[in-house]
């Protein structure tokens, strides 16, 4: 009744604006609630069902030559459909069948935008503008953008103030182009390396997790809708999706609320509190119920605790899955109503909703209200974002505002932060820039797609750099013989031989190998744009053994590629290996035999030069592993906060990580020194100040990420033996030494006890301080005396 009450002043109050035979809703200086509510009530059902349907975007312009325009699909689209938005307008890849011949450049990227914003906003009743969505995860997925290092790179980094630069830029450049919405970030924990998607994610901790969404969200969104340069946050994939059973892309999760609450749910928070205007939903269940029919996570908690107010999204066909995949509903029109009743706004697909949803208004399974309620919601944005007033793009600001020097040099800047040095043994590294012989071997050496990552559009060769092409920029002046030596899968072409007569030629050989998630056009895919996979690979062995769809069984280097690094190591000339892949993978033998290991992940278009720098010492390495590293596919899980008791060891290997989480080596050294833990406590609060030094003892400029971890010595219920809380990358010069002090609130001490209430409990704790997970250097007991109950 309040809600109403307030809703009817609000339209007394715009009633004064409105303008004689102009509708409210068109009225610009008209409160955003009032212009939904007047729109509503004059659409029809067919027109509020189609603004719920997000189809796929690349079937609906066509190109003649040069020039672009909308195709018949579109207009049908429209006219039968009323369709309210669109996917992946401007995505190249093997699926879509879009090359750099049949794609878009930038300025026909934005002249195509303008062409279907022009049809639906003069061919339609209410000349409703269309939502553009882009998949955004490290780069508008387009041709011609700047492709940044994939999200698990991104975390390596441990700097999300240089992750917000990087959203902002990938924001800007989708904007300019037509986009409004864009995809990202994945904010799944990923604990299952053998799942194909742990690329995607910024690895295996909430806290982690959750700054760099934050600074994505406020990236992308920054302080203004309206700006021309930003877009809607849509965050990835609500929830649990990084855990399936067996790594089985989609499966089933089984986790309970506790767990849920403290682990998988605190990212999405986090995000949802810095703005996040929308989110979509995971193709998995948890215990059960599947996440696109899941009231409690999509009503109960998204909005009633959360205080949600943008829209949410369907995965990919997410909503027929509840009748095909997790047969929870008996028709299309029943999904759509368990769907859309749970909280689901729109669907991603087209075919989730439509006519399915329009029966189950007609069904009276669906009510009147709820519909009402999800097209707002949609609507909202739309209004939010300006587009009744301008829904058109400059192309020729898309043309100078795409791929610029900056953007390239900021994705330099990111390979080069996420770059991990694993090991370094009686400092190989840097090599020597006098250096007269070098060979570069291997299968990711000069590879341009193999190191850009899934959801990577085709680029122009001239845009990316590879290890090879950045080497002999780097070295000028030496002999570079490159040798691929042999394919990430296929075992028919490799030639061991011409890497090994190379490296035996060379003062020093770097290998680089790892895996692949570049798409082809021999691979089929599903429906969803997941592949399909072919135990064993299938007559014609692509590279892909990573990226959505590509779950591995075990973690080993495919191919030969073991059997050439054994070969190059053999010769007796001192090797580096540098990893580009996208999941942990199994580096054991390399980690006893090979003195020095770079893992640059998918380093994006600049990784050639990233991995030159830090090879060759103008860039000294501090990235630091966002997941751990296991020794056995028998080890999993292996994340490094599991709750006690601690694991024991197993009779073939340990239980330890071969790298633990936070681990990575710098040419630098660092000595950490004073550590203070404060507490102080007043009614209903508590805070914690820990402060400590961090000096650089080498003689080289250098930086650290400092890492402090917190434990619950006795509580009520089981807690991890150490935990995340804060984090600071530091710049230090030689010799310097820098305070850091790090705040902890309520909510870092918190726990969700037997009661399931959010608590901090009286007792002792030790603050942690050090270089990585398993590299603590300094503890420091404190306690707290009284209990304070925390609000969330």
Known sequence: MVNRLLLGLCLLATAATAQPGRPLYQNPTAPTDARVQDLLARMTVEEKVGQLSTLLGWEMYQKKGQKVGISPAYKKAVDERHIGALWATLRADPWTKKTLTTGLNPQQAAEATNALQRYVVEHTRLHIPLLLAEECPHGHMAIGTTVFPTSIGQSSTWDPALIGRMAAAIAQEARVQGAHIGYGPVLDLAREPRWSRVEETYGEDPVLNGQMGVAMVQGFQGSSLKSGRNVVSTLKHFTAYG???GGHNGGSISTGPRELYQSFLPPFRAAVKAGAQSIMTAYNSIDGVPCSANKFLLTDLLRQQWGFRGFTVSDLGS???LANNHHVAATPAEAAALAINAGLDDDLSGYGYDKELLAAVQQKLVAPEVLDRAVGRVLRVKFEMGLFENPYVDPRQAAKQVQTPATVQLARQVAQ?????????????????????????????DNIYNQLGDYTAPQPESNVVTVLEGIRAKMPGAQVAYAKGCAIRDT???????????????QVAVVVLGGSSARDFRTEYQSTGAATVQAGGGPAVSDMESGEGYDRATLDLLGKQQELLKAVVATGTPVVVVLIKGRPLNLNWM???VP?????????QEGGHAVADVLFGDYNPAGRLPISVPKSVGQLPVYYNARRPAPHDYVEVDNKPLYA??????????????LRADVTESAGAVRVKVRFTVKNTSNRAGEEVAQLYLRDEVSSVVTPDKQLRKFQRLALQAGEQREVVFNLNAEDLMLLNTSLKWVVEPGAFTAMVGASSEDIRLSAPFSVAQPVEVAQ
Do not use: C
Request: no cysteine; charged share 15%; net charge neutral.
């Open 492 to 506: 028919a072409s490799a030639n061991i031989a011409e890497a090994v007569a190379a490296a035996r030629q060379a």
């Open 417 to 445: 932060e996420s770059i991990v040095l694993l090991k370094n043994e009686q400092n190989l590294l840097p090599l020597a820039k006098t250096l007269q012989r070098i060979a570069v071997i291997g299968p990711n050496a």
């Open 319 to 321: 909503i027929s899955g």
């Open 591 to 593: 980690a006893a035999h």
């Open 661 to 674: 989480f936070g681990h990575g080596l710098s040419y630098s050294k660092f000595a950490y020194a004073n």
């Open 243 to 245: 855990v399936p059973e």
């Open 596 to 604: 020095a290991l770079l893992d640059a992940w998918y380093p994006g």
